[in-house]
């Protein structure tokens, strides 16, 4: 939790990092984070665009979401304050 100027608490929202392919970018891959609208970054691999994501949420204390070239989930990292994730589902 973090406080605001009032010194009342409020919890920061998550911001999972989702890598998908990028819509009508044929090839590259995308970085969407939940709370965002538009795209963080386009990458030229999804390798790439998923070691990027993986700093996001580091710094964040959230997810990563992987996606498959057919939009469905192929893995899951999350990190809660660490360096190593806490949960790695996969395949």
């Not at 009342?8 to 929202?13: E, G, L, Q, R, V």
């Not at 890598?19 to 970085?31: F, R």
């Not at 030229?44 to 996606?67: C, K, M, P």
């Not at 939009?71 to 304050?81: D, L």
């Amino acid at each position: 939790m973090i406080s605001n100027v009032s010194g009342a608490s409020i919890i920061k929202p998550r911001m999972d990092a989702h890598v998908v392919p990028a819509l009508g970018n044929h090839g590259l891959w995308a970085i969407k984070l939940e709370t965002v609208d538009r795209y963080t970054g386009l990458f030229n691999t999804q390798v790439e665009a998923v070691g990027y994501a993986i700093g996001l949420a580091r710094a964040a204390a959230s997810s990563v979401v992987v996606h498959g070239e057919n939009g469905q989930i192929r893995t899951v990292f999350t990190y809660r304050g660490s360096n190593m994730p806490i949960t790695n589902k996969g395949e």
